[in-house]
């Protein structure tokens, strides 16, 4: 298969062949609107079973596909980001993990928009601090927490590599006893806030676990293309989006993958109705009438047989409902 890598997977700590997907999405809290993706091979020559197989002009969107695939993700952030701005996309913040909490990460996003995302606590990234350079841990060990059981344990102004500020906010880790490090460029953001926005981000995690059990993001194309890969990428990703669209205009209260049953089972029976119709259509047409008594005899006909069927469909779904109420 065309770049097909050897891939870490940090949930189950081993090795798998295939594709990580880096996914760019809109969010106001309710709903959630995928913008653009990426499909990655590795970086590294030894992780990778196949290279490039396909002789492609370099304009080519199939080109710019593969050549994206083994570039590191971090350096994808920045182009997507600003391909959704300049296509009219507007938010207030690009909401990341601690994957991507990274000086140089933050200081490429930051012309762009305000970024607030989870930073690591490591002993290689330093902080100005007081006239120092310290990690997390030694800004931890510096500050003045709050007591009691409060949420928020304190904040404080850095400067990162270039200079410039950012507010670190420590939250309690409740899991694991333990704290956690919220970073945001914009200073004058209230400490609420932070945690409030970046609550947020758990909407695409709900989308990646949407799109892997109901949209068979994972199983649904078992061809070894490239792009066919990427184009039943993006297919998955349009019909995530149908259906929190149709959540989002009815106000539904059932999650995506109930919505999804249902419409599946609506777009089933409308289909073979639709099917039928068009079969009898076909039929007449084939079979043109002399006169204009025997046209409207075949016009009957088709009407009393599509007729029997909707009442048909009808009754199945009575019963349907019916079995339920009675489970209920």
């Not at 990341?96 to 606590?121: K, Y």
């Not at 194309?221 to 490239?226: E, L, V, Y």
């Not at 259906?243 to 209260?253: F, I, M, N, S, T």
């Not at 007449?284 to 006169?291: E, F, G, N, R, S």
Request: with cysteine.
């Amino acid at each position: 298969m065309e770049l097909l890598a050897r891939l870490y997977d940090h949930c189950e700590n081993r090795f798998l062949r295939g594709f990580r997907m880096l996914t760019l999405a809109w969010s106001d809290g309710a709903s959630l609107v995928p913008l653009d993706f990426a499909l990655l091979s590795s970086t590294d020559p030894c992780n990778g079973y196949q290279g490039v197989t396909k002789d492609l002009d370099r304009r080519s969107c199939g080109a710019k596909r593969r050549r994206e695939a083994v570039t590191k993700s971090t350096a994808l952030l920045a182009p997507m980001v600003r391909r959704a701005l300049e296509a009219g996309v507007k938010a207030r913040y690009l909401l990341m993990d601690s994957w991507f909490g990274m000086p140089a990460i933050i200081l490429a996003l930051r012309p762009l928009i305000p970024v607030l995302c989870m930073v690591e606590r490591t002993p290689k990234i330093l902080y100005g601090f007081q006239g120092k350079r310290l990690s997390l841990d030694g800004i931890y060990r510096a500050l003045k927490k709050r007591r009691g059981q409060a949420k928020i344990l304190s904040s404080v102004v850095v400067a990162i590599n270039d200079g410039e500020p950012a507010r670190i906010v420590l939250v309690r880790d409740r899991r694991k006893k333990d704290w956690l490090a919220l970073l945001t460029t914009d200073i004058n953001l209230p400490d609420e806030e932070v945690v409030r926005i970046y609550g947020k981000r758990w909407d695409i995690e709900v989308f990646f676990r949407t799109a892997k059990q109901f949209l068979q993001l994972e199983k649904g194309s078992q061809a070894r293309g490239f792009d066919t890969l990427i184009a039943h990428s993006t297919i998955v990703l349009m019909r995530y989006i149908f259906l929190a669209l149709e959540q989002r205009r009815l106000d539904d209260p059932r999650s995506l993958g109930l919505l999804f049953h249902a419409c599946c089972e609506e777009i089933r029976d409308v289909t073979y109705l639709e099917s039928l119709k068009r079969i009898l259509e076909l039929a007449m047409a084939q079979t043109p009438p002399k006169d204009p008594a025997t046209t409207d005899i075949y016009a009957a006909l088709a009407d009393a047989i599509l007729g029997q069927a909707i009442l048909y469909f009808g009754l199945q779904e009575t019963i349907y409902q019916r079995s339920r109420d009675i489970a209920a």
